[in-house]
């Protein structure tokens, strides 16, 4: 019940496309949903972060769709650049966890110039 | 201001040496947070402290593996005996408290043992 679940593994787009990266949880405890963006050798940053009160969350490029009833949340990539070529993690925590993440599989993202 | 900073960046042990990997929080930040990040387990949590207390030690593999935080601040998590099994980064972050989830990340230690 802990699980994320994070689709696709890997994703290639041209520069200026829209890639979504896809995840699932099963626990309805939870009601934090960050995303996190990995480039080689460095630690995760943090992208953006959405919780269950609001069904989307849009900084700068970079939006959170959220749909509570499916449990499912998604990350959009406006107007991607070869800079945002990197891995990209989505996690999940609430309830009784203290803050501790839970992540998905990650995906590793490739935009073309 | 600094962020969370780790050290060394790089550790390479023999097998069955203990090795102690280093995290600096964010000034500020009570929460803190270990987790392993491997190739065929992607990203798991280690452990949680709140202040010097740490009310969730789940995610240690075994009981080789501990940690401390001293002063609130700096925290060190030891393996002992090492395993090739071990070889992995190991990440720190740090929040506010443990109810803001806002997690900050350091650059993690790649450790290595051969």
């Known amino acids: 019940q802990q699980q994320v679940k994070q689709s696709p593994q890997s994703l290639i787009v041209q520069k200026g496309g829209i890639p979504i990266i896809n995840c699932a949880y099963e626990n309805t405890a939870f009601d934090y949903f960050p995303w996190y963006q990995q480039f080689p050798g460095k630690g995760p940053a943090l992208l953006i972060a959405?919780?269950?009160?609001?069904s989307e969350k849009k900084e700068g490029r970079f939006t959170i769709s959220f749909n509570k009833s499916a449990k499912q949340f998604s990350l959009h990539i406006m107007d991607s650049q070869p800079g945002d070529s990197a891995t990209y993690f989505c996690a999940a925590t609430g309830g009784t966890s203290y803050g501790k993440l839970t992540f998905g599989q990650g995906t590793i993202l490739t935009v073309h110039p | 201001g600094a962020g969370v900073s780790q050290s060394p960046s790089n550790k390479v042990t023999e097998k069955g040496k203990d090795v102690e990997l280093r995290c600096d929080p964010i000034s500020g930040h009570t929460a803190l947070y270990w987790y392993r990040q491997s190739l065929g387990q992607g990203l798991e949590f280690l452990i949680y402290?709140?202040?010097?207390?740490?009310?969730?030690k789940s995610g240690l593999p075994s009981d080789r593996f501990s940690a401390e935080r001293t002063g609130g601040s700096v925290s060190t998590l030891t393996i002992q005996r090492t395993q090739q099994e071990d070889s992995a980064v190991y990440l720190c972050a740090s929040s506010l408290d443990g109810n803001t989830y806002e997690q900050y990340f350091g650059p993690g230690t790649r450790l290595t043992v051969t």
């Open positions: 402290f709140q202040g010097n207390s740490a009310p969730d």
């Open positions: 959405i919780r269950p009160d609001v």
